[in-house]
Each structure stands twice: as C-alpha cells, then as structure tokens.
C-alpha cells in the first residue's frame, strides 16, 4: 500500500504565504507524476499544479506567477509554495501520486487534504 500524507496548511490573511508539504510512503517503485488539487464545498475538485518525474511543471491559470511545485524524488516528497495568496484560493488542498509499482503504471493515490483560509 501507499500512504500520501500532507502538512502546513492553515489561516493566513490576503497577501500572505504557505507552503504545503506531501510526503509519499509504502510499495513505491517509482512517483511518476505529483499533483496539487484543491476543492471548495459544492464545487469539483481543481488541477492545481502539476510536476513530472522529469521536473516539468504546469500550473492553472489562476496561479501562475504566484504558485511554485517542487518536488525531492529521492524523498519522495512534494510542496507547493503559494505566495500572493488571495482570499479565493482557499479550499482544501489535496495531494495526488502517480506512482509505479513493480509491473503495474498509474496508480493514484491521495492524501486526506489540508485546509487552507485566506482572510480578507
């Protein structure tokens, strides 16, 4: 089994800073691409960002130029660095894996979500 465990969500007012952080654990043989989702009550899950086992990164419109995906692959960890943050970006955030384990490809796996407030 996998475990996606996430951390460093919280409150913050508008203009301010967060870093959330993801940690991937269990049978992995491989994380072959490491998302950021977010969800508001009523609405479906949002693509946040996204990075590639080669280190590319794509990111929605809404948070280019103020969001930044890393990822440390001999940890098996990822972050998203939200600067600028707007009273808009705050959902819950969820970590998704895409990971290989031995012969099988694509296996996602999510984390339990972490919340995150902007304050006007």
């Known amino acids: 089994q996998v475990q996606v465990v996430e951390s460093g969500g919280g409150l913050v007012q508008a203009g301010g800073s967060l870093r959330l952080s993801c940690a991937a654990s269990?049978?992995?043989?491989?994380?072959?691409?490491m998302r950021w989702y977010r969800q508001t009550p009523g609405k479906q899950r949002e693509l946040v960002a996204t990075?590639?086992?080669?280190?590319?990164?794509d990111y929605t419109d809404s948070v280019k130029g103020r969001f930044t995906i890393s990822r440390d692959s001999a940890k098996n960890t990822v972050s998203l660095q939200m600067n600028s943050l707007k009273p808009e970006d705050t959902a819950v955030y969820f970590c998704?894996?895409?990971?290989?384990?031995?012969?099988?490809?694509?296996?996602?796996?999510w984390g339990q979500g972490t919340q995150v407030t902007v304050s006007s």
């Open positions: 269990g049978s992995i043989s491989s994380i072959i691409n």
């Open positions: 990075i590639t086992s080669s280190g590319s990164t």
């Open positions: 998704n894996v895409e990971v290989r384990r031995g012969l099988v490809w694509g296996e996602n796996y």
